[in-house]
Each structure stands twice: as C-alpha cells, then as structure tokens.
C-alpha cells in the first residue's frame, strides 16, 4: 500500500511569501514557518503526494542526506498534524519545478503569536448574536 500525504489546509491556512510558507493553526492560533526546500514539498503535499516516491525525487536531485532530511521533515508534519496520511489522493501534484539550490526543509513554530491572536476581541463575541456583540462576561 502506498502512503500519501496531503496537506491539511482546513485546520493550517497558508500562504507562500518571498520562499517561506506561513500557517496558522486555526485551532491553536500557532503560527508555523516553513522554509529551505519545504515550501516545494509543500507545494506538493497541497495536492497529495506519495510520501517515497517524493523521498526519492528529493535524493536524486540533492542527494542522500537530501533525502533523509525530507523524511524527517514529513514526519514532523505528520506528528504536528499539519499533514494526514491516506491511501489515495484525488489528483496527484503534477511537476512541479524545485530550486536550483538546496537548503534543509525547515518546520518553525511560533507560539507567542497564539496569544495575541486571543487577544482579538474577536474572541469575545457573544456565540448566538455574533460579531459585533460581545459576550456578556467579556463586556467591562
């Protein structure tokens, strides 16, 4: 059975900016950063992606240790849940250009960015009225 991996984008918004990607746990509020080749993977976990055969490619086009670290770096995601492992994906990630030099593929959390996030009065909506009524506990 082949394993693939596929980003989990309902819990981790994200957005690629000047070569990192930026996630938010919509659960957390942590901010994740993902940066060296890990934007690429990522780019390919959006879509699915069988986890060897991506190992693989990492290898042959950066080398061995290339590859170990995308492994470690897939795991990471994994335990992190920012991806899930299935056994199918839908439409695989096509050919999708690396660059031209390589640098470890790099997982990032921020929590300080967790409580700032709480910090928005967003928070303290009533639940049944919503936005812009704040809760009665929150009010002052």
Do not use: K
Request: charged share 20%.
């Amino acid at each position: 059975m082949t394993d693939y991996l596929i980003a989990n984008t309902t819990r981790y918004p994200h957005e690629t900016i000047d070569g990192e990607t930026l996630l938010i746990d919509s659960e957390t509020g942590h901010l994740l950063l993902i940066s060296g080749i890990g934007p690429s993977i990522w780019d390919r976990l959006v879509a699915g992606v069988a986890a060897e055969p991506l190992i693989a490619e990492v290898s042959v086009l950066f080398g061995a240790e290339a590859g170990t670290a995308c492994r470690a770096f897939l795991d990471a995601l994994a335990d992190a849940q920012v991806v899930v492992r299935t056994e199918s994906v839908s439409s695989p990630a096509s050919a999708l250009a690396w660059p031209a030099a390589y640098a470890p593929p790099v997982l990032e959390r921020f929590d300080d960015i967790a409580n700032i996030i709480a910090m928005d009065p967003i928070h303290d909506v009533d639940q049944t009225a919503g936005w812009p009524r704040q809760r009665r506990d929150a009010a002052g």
